[in-house]
């Protein structure tokens, strides 16, 4: 498995800043999994682990996300759908929350689902904290990164208990 940075070199304050797009000659991402319970997110190809982070989640997160602003974090199967290199969270990869079970339930409750889930990165005021995020998925700043040049659109991912 092959993970660089880019060799692209931004310019700040006078210094060589890297930058945060790296490049990933590897396996093909397959599969992401997480699981909640056990704080983890798996990326597989195939059945082979290639990589795995410690994460934190939504400030609900036991039980599946119902409705917007519940603070849960998904659960199911869903897609990486999107990408977000301008994130207010360093980089982003979108997961395709809601689904149409989803918004079925949630409009059952006479509410909204809810959206914009994510796996991003986490800004150095919630380093250390636990459990902040509205429903996304957060891992660290080196960690989406890498996540970022690994994972295509398109890619599967399943989010457990």
Same mark, same amino acid.
């Given at each position: 498995? +092959? +993970?660089?940075?880019?060799?692209?070199?931004?310019?700040?304050?006078?210094?060589?800043?890297?930058?945060?797009?790296?490049?990933?000659?590897?396996?093909?991402?397959?599969?992401?999994?997480?699981?909640?319970? @056990?704080?983890?997110? @798996?990326?597989?190809?195939?059945?082979?682990?290639?990589?795995?982070?410690?994460?934190?989640?939504?400030?609900?997160?036991?039980?599946?996300?119902?409705?917007? @602003?519940?603070?849960?974090?998904?659960?199911?199967?869903?897609?990486?759908?999107?990408?977000?290199?301008?994130?207010?969270?360093?980089?982003?990869?979108?997961?395709?929350?809601?689904?149409?079970?989803?918004?079925?339930?949630?409009?059952?409750?006479?509410?909204?689902?809810?959206?914009?889930?994510?796996?991003?990165?986490?800004?150095?005021?919630?380093?250390? @904290?636990?459990?902040?995020?509205?429903?996304?998925?957060?891992?660290?700043?080196?960690?989406?990164?890498?996540?970022?040049?690994?994972?295509?659109?398109?890619?599967?991912?399943?989010?457990?208990?």
């Amino acid at each position: 498995m +092959m +993970m660089a940075a880019s060799g692209a070199l931004l310019m700040a304050c006078g210094k060589a800043v890297p930058s945060k797009f790296r490049r990933y000659d590897g396996p093909q991402v397959t599969r992401v999994q997480v699981f909640k319970k @056990q704080r983890v997110v @798996q990326l597989l190809s195939g059945n082979n682990l290639l990589k795995q982070y410690r994460m934190e989640m939504g400030f609900a997160p036991t039980g599946h996300k119902q409705v917007e @602003q519940d603070g849960r974090t998904p659960e199911g199967a869903y897609r990486i759908d999107r990408r977000n290199a301008k994130s207010r969270y360093h980089l982003s990869l979108g997961i395709s929350y809601p689904n149409s079970d989803d918004i079925a339930r949630a409009e059952a409750m006479g509410k909204r689902p809810g959206g914009d889930i994510f796996i991003h990165g986490t800004p150095h005021r919630y380093v250390g @904290q636990r459990d902040w995020t509205w429903g996304c998925i957060a891992v660290t700043n080196e960690e989406i990164e890498e996540m970022y040049a690994m994972v295509k659109d398109g890619t599967p991912i399943f989010i457990y208990r």
